[in-house]
């Protein structure tokens, strides 16, 4: 076990330098890795999934209708007999996008409010924190089903749709985080001193909030991937051509009844995986980041 | 038969990191009635040893060897149950930090209910309530105080109550913890001045956990100082205060500083204490040791006694001398 | 404070958040793209015709308007009482009552959500606690990867899986509806199948209504309990490490007494906390959860009236929803208090 672990150290080393003391961090760095590991396999996989692909994703009748995975269609045919390989090489593109997508507007957002507000203190902090919190309180889907109802398909309507209700969670946490650092004593110092209040907050707050802004960064793109699944099986998903994980697992759900299976599940599978990923890295973060829990 | 008798006990903290050895070969006995004072500085391992001998070592320690007899049975082979009634009616444990040690959601008089019909099941909880409330008077706590939570109550008050908890059930042994550390020079004294009124009253015998030497050679009728989890010197306190054998013992009280010297020079050991997880070969305290010698920094001395009163581990004492004890150096 | 004193106080902070939140959704509503109007005709309409339709709708009034409208609408009593629901408005595809639709909608949503959130909060807490007792063993691994990857699965695909499994292979339960369709629902009191079927006394209808319930409740409530195994065993590791669970060690009692009335009573509090928040989350999985097993609630709903970009009807649905997360939070900062004697004073 421990020449196994050394050697998978060496490897890793070699990709990245920070890599491999993730893993002697204990059982929480294994899942930061293992989160990692999958991930950007399936970010490769769908990068060169136009290479890769035996079938193009959306060229009908390339096979038989609905027929069971076999040497020739390892994963099965769907009711259109489009190669459901193809489709599931390809189909992580979509979500990828959106939930990056909505990632990064959610940051661009939550963050800059989060740290101006809470910085600022008084009437700006607390009338922003009551809104936050309406916002907060609510059921994140609704919003984005009302949302996206409302703007149309599209990468980047759905984007703003998830965007929206995930702005809160960053918020929260920058501004609780902001709250503390803001009292330390480094910190008067260097008000004490002259340094304008900019300097401050991005010299020396800034930096000790972004332990805890990347873990929200991933579950929100864990839970961006599964809102977006979910949007698409409402019917509220981006347009159809496209292959997309979400839109397999939404519309080959009627032919379960004729036994194809394999129609569903493949998609469902990568969905969770992509998901996963992202929680374990979160989960492994979150927890090497609490010392609490350490002995 | 005395009540406790810890023999080459062993007790290791294992981590991912290395295993600490928290105690190593610690052996000593108690009588009932009598006091025992543990002196050592933090991580010197007293905590543990007071932990080990309720079986309460928390994780990742283990117990690796040795026997805690408690009027002859040894409890590291006895069930869980077992153990469980032997804490807190026949052997009472009181925390270091009287703020953190009391449930924050149950009311004091629940606290007491709970032990006594834990271990006296047949007991009504009125008669339970009944008792707290003597107790707490006892304690200079009003009675009416009963149902209340425990952050409404003071630090020298909390650990009145932790005090009460311990001798509610009269225990033969009690062990504190650090019991004034927490708390500010006027109320120790209130404190330390009842566990002694206490002790007497119920016969129990007292084993005092402290890095504060002076409380422990005042109030102690043996004293046992540890240092990096081994027993480096054990006598009783008479003999310790006469004659210290050990160069550690002997710094510790030459740093007590002394009221009455009116120029007296603030003396302190050089160095700190070792990293448990790789203490220096040889004796633990050759690097802060005024007599350090060759061997010393090569070879772990062992622990030797003299007419099985006083016992020292260190070099400058030699046993090939027979039975009595010679130095090697004059000192 | 008293319980009391601080129950009052909670409740009058809720009438400002939620208007809040009626107003940003009304403010959602008409701020973004896309016109109910357009959608009642087929092809492109007389501009005469549109303004009529615009006219009937009530868009045509100034946004301030409507808004005051709007509000006033809700809080009219007269027809609160007339009708035994608020005025919501109307639908704007069907001009039947939102309020009544709304309504009827809503008592499958709530069954549905108690039962996951029970399901949840028990397989949650019991594996949580299991897990934090046996800390880093293979028990404690699995019932993590459990937790994890439970949810991380999309609801509608474990739903699907178990109507696949339990409906369709083995013919165990129902799949889809609220009850048997060959039988006739209980009276309504409460709108809950289940108790109303107790009610009634008919030991019948409440197995039927209970095993439609099930497979819904279970998909949803084994997925947020992942986040409640999680969260359940880190707060639990935290406050066994704390002094004063090994001083009631000390003092003599069970271990079951020590997990349960020590630990756990402690770190509860913050699942709690966490439950509420959840309970958000849990109606968004409501939805999908509706949508998938074709249960008639307030997700299923929405989900309908979007095609028509029935502004009204999605906004009362909206704004029902937000309602039914301020309450759950308020009782959960109630029972947070009742817990909790710290916060009380």
Partial sequence: ?295 | MPLLEIESLNVDYRASRGTVHAVEDASFSLNKGETLGLAGESGSGKSTLGLSIIRLVPYPGVIASGHVRIEGTDILELPESEMQSIRGRKVAYIFQDPMTSLNPVKRIGAHFVELIRTHEPNTSAADALGRAKTILESLGILAERINDYPHQFSGGMRQRIMIGLAITLNPDLVMADEPTTALDVIVQQKILDLLEGLRKVYGMALILISHDLSIILERCDKIIVLYAGQIFEYASSKELHRAPWHPYTQGLLHSIPNIELSDQKLSAIPGSPPDMLSPPKGCRFWPRCPYAMEECRVEEPELIGHEQSHFVRCFLYDKKAGSHIERNREG | MGLRTYVITRILLTIPTLLLLLSMVFLIMRVLPGDPVALHFEKKAEPAQMDAMRRILGLDKPLWVQYTDYLLGLVDVNYFVSHGYPNFGKSMQTFEEVGGQIFSAFPATLELALYSMVIASVIGILLGVASSKSYNSIPDHLIRGFGTIAYAIPVFFLGIIFQLIFGVYLGWLPTGLRINPRVEPPATITGLYTIDSLLEGNLYKFLESFKALLLPSLTLGIILSGIFIRLTRSNMLETLRLDFVTAARARGLKEGTVTYGYALRNAFLPVLTMMGLQFAMLLGGAILTESTFSWPGLGSYIVQRINFRDYTAIQGAVIMFGLFVTVVSLVVDVLYAYFDPRIRL
């Fill in chain 1, 1 to 295: 076990m421990k020449k196994t672990k050394t050697k998978l150290r060496s490897i890793l080393s070699t990709l990245m330098p920070g890599l491999s003391s993730l893993s002697k961090r204990g059982p929480s760095g294994w899942m930061v890795l293992v989160g990692i590991a999958i991930v950007s396999s399936i970010i490769v996989m769908t990068a060169i999934a136009p290479w890769i692909s035996p079938y193009s994703p959306i060229l009908s009748r390339v096979g038989p209708i609905r027929a069971a995975p076999s040497l020739q269609f390892p994963l099965g045919t769907n009711q259109l007999g489009q190669d459901m390989l193809s489709r599931i090489l390809c189909g992580g593109s979509l979500m990828l996008q959106v939930s990056a997508l909505s990632v990064l507007i959610c940051f661009l957002i939550g963050v800059p409010i989060g740290l101006f507000a809470s910085y600022a203190g008084g009437m700006v902090d607390s009338t922003t924190s009551l809104v936050i919190d309406a916002v907060y309180a609510f059921p994140g889907l609704v919003i984005a089903i009302a949302i996206a109802a409302m703007l149309g398909p599209g990468v980047i309507n759905t984007a703003l749709s998830i965007a929206v209700v995930y702005i809160p969670s960053y918020f929260r946490i920058v501004r609780s985080q902001v709250l503390s650092i803001k009292e330390l004593t480094y910190v008067e110092a260097a008000r004490a001193v002259g340094a304008k209040w900019y300097t401050i907050l991005f010299r020396y707050v800034f930096p000790n909030v972004i332990p805890s802004i990347v873990v929200v960064v991933t579950i929100n793109f864990a839970d961006a991937v599964l809102t977006a699944a979910g949007l698409t099986f409402i019917g509220l998903g981006v347009a159809k051509n496209i292959p997309d994980w979400g839109w397999d697992l939404t519309d080959g759900r009627q032919y379960l009844g004729s036994g194809a299976w394999w129609i569903i599940t493949f998609p469902g599978i990568m969905i969770v995986l992509l998901a996963l990923g992202f929680t374990l890295i979160g989960e492994g973060l979150s927890e090497m980041l609490n010392p609490k829990l350490q002995r």
